[in-house]
């Protein structure tokens, strides 16, 4: 159980999750209206006419963009300020309220420009609109933070699974010398390795997969609840290299760098490790550290 002063969870504010609660909820809007069309004697919603067309498309192009903004902004909002769930709640609800507002609006410019016929009295317009927002809005966030909720516990038991401290020691011996700690959110230490086994880091979501190798040379993966810009800072000047939005590699294992088509690529000598690509904005800082390893 939670309380509303408890700040929302990381799986809620996310990029990627904010990204996809817009998109499931115009796309859960879509179907409903066209759905619930041939039976509502409310809606004035149009696909007969050229005008009435335009007229329905530029109501919802309007209202995408208000909650696509509204979503970034909170997004930002969320490094300056502690995000309750008190104030995502409200945040969401006031999306509901000027969402509806936005219908009421284009009802009754509508009605002016003889496109709409005005069914109801203003109030009454005003308290079906705000029912629709709650549907069309509510229901898709409602599904949405139980799905990253839901992922969020599956990552979870995933990373409980592999035990508390993870070394590449399978013998249980955990030297001190060149050896990689990494620690969790909460700053406890969860994997100790040693620096010349690490192969690369890569970014999921809230999580980072740590790939390295053991004792025997057999590939392993470590799942850990960290961001991968909390690794860039911690291990600034070492080996690992930030070389793309999702990965980090180890410059040390990389045996080859190819220009393909669109990016340079990084070949770590594993044949279980596909290459790994370097984006533009880490080129040169790749570049320059691949040229003078060694």
Known sequence: ????????????????QMIWTVTFTTLFSLVFVLLSLPFSHNAWFALSTPQAFRYTVAFFLIAILFLSAS????????HRFIITYLTF??????????????????????????????????????????????????????ISAMFFALQDKDNTIRMINFGNVISDDISGAR??????????????????????????????????????????????????????????????GSNLVRCHRKYIVNISKVDILT???????????NDAIAPIPVSKSYEEQVLARFNSKG
């Open 1 to 16: 159980m939670f309380s509303l002063s408890d700040k929302v969870p990381d799986y809620l504010l996310g990029k990627f």
């Open 71 to 78: 979503r970034r902004t909170l997004y930002y909002l969320r």
């Open 89 to 142: 709640i409200t945040w969401s609800i006031i999306e509901m309220v000027l969402i509806s507002f936005i219908y009421v609006f284009f009802t009754i410019k509508g009605h002016q420009l003889e496109l709409i016929v005005l069914k109801r009295p203003v109030d009454e317009l005003v308290a079906m609109s705000l029912v629709y927002s709650i549907v069309l809005l509510g229901v898709p966030n409602l």
């Open 175 to 236: 030297g001190a010398e060149n050896k990689i700690t990494l620690f969790d959110n909460s700053g406890t230490l969860k994997l100790s390795i040693n620096a010349d086994n690490l192969f690369y880091i890569e970014s999921d979501d809230n999580y980072i997969k740590v790939w390295y190798s053991d004792t025997h040379n057999m590939l392993k993966q470590y799942m850990l609840r960290c961001r991968l810009k909390t690794i860039e800072e911690s291990f600034s």
């Open 259 to 269: 220009h393909e088509k669109d990016c340079y690529m990084l070949d770590l000598g």
